[in-house]
Structures are given as structure tokens and as C-alpha cells.
């Protein structure tokens, strides 16, 4: 994403989508309900490990646990998920080439 169109999204409807009528919600702590984004429920960042930017743990069973963070769930955040789309099909992307061989 270029710098210029960096926060074209704000204010945009496909930026955002809480679904207070979730049984979960909300699933973490410290995002005010009017801001809670549940469009990334699950995480997009989860794929890139300890890379991903966010507050999380490894379980003794080595299982990442994001309890602790609320990146995706930050309507400011947004454009802060997308930025990180490049990394994601580079992964995919090296993940295919691993299957052809």
C-alpha cells in the first residue's frame, strides 16, 4: 500500500463490521464496543509467527496464543492488516512452491 493511500479506507463500510450478536463477543479485552471490528475475527497476522506485530504468548504445547492481543479488532487497524497482505501470499506463495517440489 502506497504512503498517498495509506487511509483511503477510513470511513468506508467494508472497513469495518461488528457483530454484537456473537456469542463471543467480545472475544477481547480493551477495545470499546463501538470500535470493535469483528471483521478479522480470525486473525490474518496469525500466519506470520512471531512476525506478526502483535501481543501474544506460545502455550507450553508451542500453540501461539492471541488472547492477549486486539490488533485485528481495532477499527484503526485496518489499514494496518492490509499493509501486511504482501507477507501473506509471499508465504502462500513459498508454501505452493514447496508442494511442487
Known sequence: ?????AKNWEGKHYAFFCNRECESFP?????????FNCLFCYCPLYA????????????????KN??????PHRRENYGRILAQFRRLAELARRDEDREKE
Not at 1 to 5: L, P, T
Not at 27 to 35: M, T
Not at 66 to 71: A, E, K, L, S, V
Open 48 to 63: 506470520l509467527g512471531e512476525h506478526c506485530g502483535g501481543n501474544f504468548t506460545y502455550t507450553a504445547k508451542g500453540v
Open 27 to 35: 472475544c477481547h479485552k480493551g477495545v470499546p464496543e463501538e470500535d
Open 66 to 71: 492471541c488472547t492477549g492481543c486486539n490488533i
Open 1 to 5: 500500500m502506497e504512503k498517498k493511500d
